[in-house]
């Protein structure tokens, strides 16, 4: 999978989400997927669909600042999606963003990785009408 670089040094991503309702920390764990079977298709840019070992899910915790509640779980996803933006504007800064599904929680998490493989962006969008919930920056 050398084509996608230092893409699989990407392990784990742990950030706030402040609104006005809540403050969750949040944290999203990729398993190594160095070796793992994709296909590859893309107008724009390549997209990937990167299968995903069923011992080796995708891990995600919600921790509620406020009330101190914890939810974790491993997501049950047989696959996860590496896509490169649309826009040719936001490729130049962001090459690709792992699209990670949570169901359980309606949430589709867009991680935007910079030139150098690093995540530096983070959207969440409900999953059922597409609407952004949140954009921030990482760094």
């Not at 491993?74 to 962001?94: G, I, Q, T, W």
């Amino acid at each position: 999978m050398d084509v996608l670089g230092n893409l699989t040094n990407v392990k784990s991503i742990k950030f706030i989400w402040n609104s006005s309702l809540h403050s969750t920390e949040i944290t999203i764990n990729i398993p190594d997927f160095s070796n793992s079977k994709y296909q590859v298709s893309g107008d724009w840019g390549p997209m990937y669909k990167i299968d995903i070992e069923p011992t080796h899910p995708i891990n995600i915790s919600y921790f509620d600042i406020i009330s101190k509640n914890t939810d974790h779980y491993n997501l049950d996803e047989k696959s996860f999606e590496l896509n490169s933006p649309m826009l040719a504007e936001e490729r130049d800064v962001f090459p690709f963003y792992f699209k990670v599904l949570d169901k359980n929680k309606n949430l589709s998490f867009h991680l935007f990785t910079n030139k150098k493989s690093e995540v530096e962006r983070i959207d969440i969008f409900r999953t059922d009408d597409n609407v952004k919930l949140y954009s921030s920056s990482v760094k």
